[in-house]
């Protein structure tokens, strides 16, 4: 069983900054894709950044040059630096993380955390 949770999120004012934090624990061989969502109530999840096993990065329009994912070398963590935020970066942030386990492959998730910009 692979445990997945997400932290670090808050109440910032716009052009605040937060680091998220998704953490992967239990029976894990590799890790291949983590990916943090977004989910705004009665709007689709959209992705927001994405970071694959050997460090290659993809991020939705609106954050690059604003948000920065990153692997903890040695862990499995990742983490998800938030600067300049505006108040349409507000939402739930969800992380999965594609792991495999030695038997299989397979993504797992936690519950998120809330980012809440205003002023």
């Known amino acids: 069983q692979v445990r997945v949770v997400e932290s670090g999120g808050g109440v910032v004012p716009p052009g605040g900054s937060l680091m998220l934090t998704c953490a992967a624990s239990?029976?894990?061989?590799?890790?291949?894709?983590v990916t943090w969502y977004r989910q705004v109530s009665g709007k689709e999840r959209e992705l927001v950044a994405s970071?694959?096993?050997?460090?290659?990065?993809n991020y939705k329009d609106s954050v690059k040059g604003r948000f920065t994912i990153s692997r903890e070398t040695g862990r499995n963590t990742v983490n998800l630096n938030m600067n300049n935020l505006n108040s349409e970066d507000t939402g739930l942030y969800l992380c999965?993380?594609?792991?495999?386990?030695?038997?299989?492959?397979?993504?797992?998730g936690g519950q998120g955390t809330q980012v809440t910009v205003f002023s």
């Open positions: 970071i694959s096993g050997d460090g290659r990065t």
């Open positions: 239990g029976r894990i061989r590799s890790i291949n894709v």
């Open positions: 999965t993380v594609d792991a495999t386990n030695g038997v299989s492959r397979r993504t797992y």
